[in-house]
């Protein structure tokens, strides 16, 4: 047990750090460290940019962190093989429960949680938490001598709970955090009943310094909406294509300004020229979180057209600087979007519907000014970053007391 003067130590199991797409995970790092704790990270993949892409506070992590696909072929033998001389019948049986998990990539995520659980070990660490890599969390915990705690995101995993392995992921963690009510829902149906008092509901939060109101346009001429997000199928990029290809029927003066990077990327850009809205849709590609509040400021609505959700964070980024919501209404989204208190909620796929939100905020300043204004308020309430970080860290520091 550690004394209540020294930091608490732990690992975070990334599954690409820094990413883009994953930002808050930077800022709780951070924010932990500046609360007192010891992080440190390992991260499966490299970042997902070169660092002349990335922001200062992302660079900087770069060097702390290490990167287990860069492990070179000599230190993943060293660590295989003091695994195996040390911990015999675990190795063996992580092994196994590998390929149980997945015949193709069974050995992939062995290797993975054997180069994780040996840096663990040469860093004196004997705590992990991982985002969006359970399953090789839930491997490590089964060979080494560790606890594991895991926050779950969702949608993915409570579709395909049983695939996901979601009630022996909590069997075997000391605790487990969902980010949203809905998830908590979802993790307590999966597990087993003796397993529900680990379970923590811990939503994540935006810095609303950082994120601050940007200047109110009553009037703007073309109006500009932005979307930020993946493009793939599941975030519904062909929805809003199709939204403001109705909209452009109706001669209405817009911009609809796409951030992020994705699969449906070729798609989307021949469905634009098909349709004939290349004066009116932007590709911006991946950007980083200068660039990011730089095309919020721009913004005069933020549109979200998803078929499934965890707790989005963009949502938390738009209203923290009062930028009025239209999303989709889908699993955790409700509880960032009160409807026509603090933003906008239609059903996912309806495309005549989100068009006509999108409508009603282009006709309506006083609508857009007053949804914006209560979405900030929202996000001060629930999703501020330090408050809810703090909180966090209390859930560790409790969890982990007495270990």
Known sequence: ??????????????????????????????????????????????????????TASERAEIQATYYVKSTGAIGLARAHLYTLVSHPIAYFRG???????????????????????????????????THYVSTVGLLLA?????????????????????????????????????????????????????????????????????????????????????????????????????????????????????AGEGPDRPALTQEVQNRGLQEHVVFEGNLNQDELRELYRESDILVLASFAEGLPVVLMEAMAMEIPCVASSVNGVPEIITPEADGLLVPPGDADALAGAIGRLMDDPELRRTLGERARTKVLEKFNLRPNTEYLADVFRRRLAGR
């Open 1 to 54: 047990m550690e004394s209540s003067s020294s930091p608490v130590r732990l690992a975070y199991l990334l599954s690409q750090y820094p990413a883009v797409n994953h930002a808050f995970m930077l800022r709780e790092v951070r924010l932990l460290r500046e609360f007192g704790f010891e992080v440190q990270v390992a991260s499966i993949r490299r970042p997902d940019r070169n660092p002349g892409e990335m």
């Open 95 to 129: 092994m196994v429960r590998a390929l149980r998990i997945s015949a193709a990539r069974g050995l992939f995520y062995f290797g993975e949680a054997v180069a994780v659980g040996d840096w663990m070990r040469r860093r004196r660490l004997s705590h992990v938490h």
């Open 142 to 258: 089964g060979i080494f001598p560790v606890n594991l705690s895991i926050t779950f995101h969702g949608p993915a995993e409570f579709a395909g709970a049983e695939r996901f392995r979601l009630r022996q992921k909590v069997a075997a963690s000391r605790f487990c955090c969902a980010i949203s009510r809905h998830g908590l829902e979802q993790l307590m149906a999966a597990s087993d009943p003796a397993d529900r008092p680990k379970l923590e509901l811990t939503p994540l939060g935006v810095d609303t310094d950082e994120f601050a109101p940007r200047p109110f346009r009553p009037n703007p001429a073309p109006f500009r909406i932005v979307s930020v997000g993946r493009l793939a199928p599941v975030k519904g990029p062909q929805v809003l294509i199709a939204t403001v290809d109705r909209l452009a029927k109706r001669g209405r003066q817009f911009r609809l300004r796409l």
